[in-house]
């Protein structure tokens, strides 16, 4: 199904140390405004999820449109301009007479020739950091993009029409949407292949009763360490900013659903679907094959799903260095054996100038 995109929240707020605050105390009120966490996982985790969802329109708001490049560097001189050419439009459609036609004409002029002015302006500047010596390729390229969207746009890459699965082409924005379920669908929801055999012949190991315990606070601690900022969310629209600098009080919440979730042997329905996105490749756009689909899961469940990792590598690490003729052991044992019979040469550095090459 196709999920509408939700307005993003501006979580770069969230590195003052009073806004963090806020936000902590935000949240703890809504949660407890609503009962408080009660009944079950999914009823907790709704109730907990409006909660972070309101503190954040609350005290973050909504990431303001950010302008263009060439636009920021010359703000100081067209803002004003183009103030007085809304005055101008306002006094306009107010009185509608032929010197309020002409003032607003001539403002008009004046702004598009500023305009062009500016922009003229951050080209030079932009061509002339390319120039220099020191810029790497990536900040040149970025350049060249920039310089692409300037002179056409930002021109979305999605194509009104796809190719079905016999060729033909698809005959309305419902028909791409369900051509793009069953793309995904065929291409992510591959049953695996494995011989029940030879799962049974594999030996046995003790059971760990240490995987029956609930998710303690030093392992949520240790996941939310590990959290990486700057991501994108999923269909519930939490970001990793909010959880990491949501407050000991928001960590207990989750902490609580966490382990409401592993008493009743099932994970929430936001924490197990995912939003897919389709990235564009190289060749024919209408063709699905020609796009690459990247999940985004909720930031909540991906903390939940590392330390169930966590668990299970430990007990990876303990298997594989339980078992010397293992491929990974084999594979160490070779680079080692190589590294020790050959002999490290030094190579002499050839110079030319003052650069060693």
């Known amino acids: 199904r196709q999920v509408p995109r939700p307005r993003p929240i501006a979580v770069e707020s969230l590195g003052r140390s009073d806004i963090r605050e806020v936000f902590a105390r935000e949240i703890s009120g809504v949660v407890q405004k609503k009962g408080g966490l009660r009944d079950s996982a999914e009823s907790q985790w709704t109730v907990l ?56 004409r001539s403002e008009q002029r004046v702004v598009a020739a500023a305009v062009r002015r500016a922009k003229a302006e951050w080209v030079e500047m932009l061509s002339t950091r390319m120039e220099r010596p020191d810029t790497n390729s990536a900040e040149k390229w970025q350049a060249v993009r920039k310089l692409q969207q300037l002179s056409c746009g930002r021109q979305s890459m999605r194509t009104s029409v796809i190719y079905n699965e016999d060729g033909s082409v698809t005959d309305g924005p419902q028909s791409v949407r369900d051509r793009w379920v069953r793309h995904f669908e065929g291409v992510l929801n591959v049953r695996s292949q494995f011989c029940p055999a030879v799962v049974g012949d594999l030996p046995q190991r003790p059971e760990y009763t240490d995987l029956d315990e609930p998710p303690s606070a030093p392992e949520l601690d240790k996941a939310l360490r590990r959290l990486t900022v700057g991501k994108a969310g999923g269909h519930s629209g939490i970001l990793p900013e909010m959880i990491v600098h949501g407050g000991q009080e928001l960590h207990q919440h989750l902490l609580h659903v966490m382990r409401s979730v592993w008493s009743e042997g099932c994970a929430v329905g936001d924490w197990r679907d995912a939003v897919v996105v389709p990235i564009p490749k190289k060749g024919d756009l209408r063709c699905c094959d020609n796009w690459r689909g990247i999940s ?62």
Not at 79 to 103: F, V
């Open 49 to 104: 999820r409006d909660g972070i969802g309101q503190a954040s329109r609350t005290v973050l708001g909504t990431r303001k449109r950010k302008q263009p490049d060439w636009f920021i560097s010359s703000a100081a001189t067209l803002e004003p301009l183009i103030a007085r050419k809304n005055l101008a439009h306002d006094q306009l459609l107010q009185k509608g007479t032929s010197e309020c036609r002409r003032l607003f």
């Open 296 to 357: 985004l899961l909720d930031v909540v469940g991906k903390v939940f799903a590392r330390i169930i990792q966590d668990r299970l590598q430990l007990i990876g690490e303990d298997v594989l260095h339980g078992c010397p003729h293992t491929s990974m052991q084999r594979l160490n044992d070779a680079q080692h054996h190589r590294w020790n019979a050959k002999p490290h040469q030094h190579r002499p550095k050839s110079v030319a100038g003052n650069r060693i090459i």
